[in-house]
Nanobody, 123 residues
Framework: QVQLVESGGGLVQAGGSLRLSCAAS????????MGWFRQAPGKEREFVAG????????YSTDSVKGRFTISRDNAKNTVYLHMNSLRPEDTAVYYC????????????????WGQGTQVTVSS
């Protein structure tokens, strides 16, 4: 089992920045691909960004390219989502997830999920 706990969400004005963190415990963190997903009210959960085991490969959905950056620190068992130039449409609950398949944008490729952290961007 892997336990994931997100933090860092909050209320921010459009154009602002936030850094989300996800602390992992349980099994060896570096054995897992990590991802961030988000779910807005009334919408399906969508992939935001992912990172490979060592951090050498990152990938993200088009709507956040150039604004969001995913990173990880395997010594701290933590994955981050750095969010810049935030927009009202980024408002959602953000979830981190751990999986085995590098490069996948599908939630089915991830086995463990955190409880989520709310990000609200005001216009």
């Amino acid at each position: 089992q892997v336990q994931l706990v997100e933090s860092g969400g909050g209320l921010v004005q459009a154009g602002g920045s936030l850094r989300l963190s996800c602390a992992a415990s349980g099994r060896t963190f570096s054995n897992y691909v990590m991802g961030w997903f988000r779910q807005a009210p009334g919408k399906e959960r969508e992939f935001v960004a992912g990172i490979s085991w060592t951090g050498s490969m990152t990938y993200s959905t088009d709507s956040v390219k150039g604004r969001f950056t995913i990173s990880r620190d395997n010594a701290k068992n933590t994955v981050y989502l750095h969010m810049n130039s935030l927009r009202p449409e980024d408002t959602a609950v953000y979830y981190c997830a751990a999986g085995r398949s590098r490069g996948s944008y599908s939630s089915t490729a991830y086995d463990y999920w955190g409880q989520g952290t709310q990000v609200t961007v005001s216009s």
